[in-house]
């Protein structure tokens, strides 16, 4: 049986053993630095009833057990384990334990994310972004700060976008798009009544519009020209924060920035190369001295 599973366990432990124990599985990632006198003070028990409790899981002593827990520790560290979306730590877990949690969430978020992609659709991403003269970004909530990093790196390309619901604009912006134009739906449920009814707008004027959404079943899906589906097994309401959704949505929208820059990459790199040297040594460097004039 594995030190863990013996914690756990609790086999012929007594209430003092126990409480070592639990002290133990809460704070694993901090028991490899630990000295017994830390231990002992810490779960008001003695030095001799940690070593009694060591050889009874099977080690000589405290350094002994400390080198075990560190072993499975570090295995724990590299090792994936499936976490739930919705409730990903528990009140129990302490920071490390947290931590690698979710790792392993947004490792598997991407991975399964990416197996959802299609290289055709993310061309055809690509080929409306890239020649449209304006892009218009809809999204609320968390999608809209993952749709503002987005625009925020389009500005690297000199790209510039829209965020239309900035200011509650999104029907006065709506109805200024023209087919040079697109419209960029960002939205998890992919259910926001007043989106149905700009798609369908934008569908009759012919302006195109890429939908990412979490949501197969989403009503702006029939009008979409592009549809980048990420199905991630995360509620609606009841969970504790939108991890699984917003890490895969910035994921998607990194793809997509990636891809934008490499179909243009020896000029994009000339241009940063320009840019940054204007911005480090040139007349826009923090580092230049410069004569601020001031009305009097």
């Not at 302490?94 to 290289?119: E, G, H, R």
Request: proline share 3%; net charge positive; charged share 20%.
């Amino acid at each position: 049986m594995l030190i863990l599973d013996k914690l756990r366990n609790q086999a012929d432990f007594t209430a003092t053993e126990k409480r070592i124990a639990d002290y133990v599985l809460q704070n694993l990632t901090t028991i490899p630095d630990s000295y017994i006198q830390n231990l002992a003070t810490k779960t008001y028990t003695s030095h001799s009833a940690i070593i009694r409790l060591c050889k009874k899981l099977g080690f000589h002593g405290f350094r002994e057990f400390k080198t075990a827990i560190a072993e499975t520790v570090y295995s724990q560290m590299h090792t994936m384990h499936e976490v739930d979306v919705n409730f990903p730590f528990k009140p129990t877990d302490a920071p490390m334990i947290i931590a690698k949690k979710l790792s392993d969430l947004t490792t598997s978020t991407v991975q399964k994310a990416m197996m959802q992609l299609d290289n055709k659709l993310l061309n055809n991403a690509v080929d409306i972004l890239l020649s449209s003269k304006r892009i218009f970004l809809f999204s609320q909530g968390d999608s809209q700060l993952r749709a503002r990093s987005f625009q925020n790196k389009l500005i690297k390309i000199n790209k510039f976008s829209i965020i239309a619901e900035e200011y509650v604009d999104e029907t006065w912006n709506a109805v200024n798009l023209t087919p040079e134009d697109c419209a960029f739906f960002i939205s998890y449920r992919g259910a926001v009544p007043l989106y149905k009814n700009l798609i369908e707008y934008f569908h009759s004027e012919k302006i195109p519009t890429i939908v990412l959404t979490g949501n197969p079943q989403s009503p702006l899906l029939k009008y979409s020209d592009v549809k980048l589906i990420t199905i991630q097994d995360e509620y609606d309401f009841a969970k504790i924060a939108t991890f699984s959704s917003q890490t895969a949505f910035e994921y998607i929208l990194d793809t997509l920035f990636s891809a934008l820059y490499v179909r243009e990459y020896r000029k994009n790199i000339i241009s940063l190369k320009k840019k940054q040297t204007l911005m480090q040594n040139g007349i826009l460097s923090n580092n230049k001295n410069t004569t601020q004039n001031t009305d009097r």
